[in-house]
């Protein structure tokens, strides 16, 4: 799985779990309660701006940082 699949995970998983409506989270956000279902069934994903939104609304943050090389194998 790829580092945003997780990261939509959590979001999912953290959406579940906030005890929150779909309909207070969009009212809280700006997004709509249809892209929500989307993200929730894994239908779409969602833009930079969005994810943002959400988080906040969440009590999460977003940070985008490089990443640390791999160091290479002997070979």
Do not use: C, F, N
Not at 28 to 37: N, V
Not at 45 to 69: F, M, P, T
């Amino acid at each position: 799985m790829t580092d945003v699949g997780r990261l939509l995970d959590d979001i999912r998983a953290a959406i579940a779990e906030s005890g929150k409506t779909r309909y207070r989270i969009a009212q809280d956000t700006g997004i709509s309660q249809a892209q929500l279902s989307r993200l929730m069934s894994g239908k779409r994903g969602l833009s930079l701006d969005a994810l943002e939104k959400l988080a906040d609304a969440l009590g999460w943050e977003v940070v985008i940082r490089r990443r640390r090389r791999r160091a290479r194998g002997k070979g």
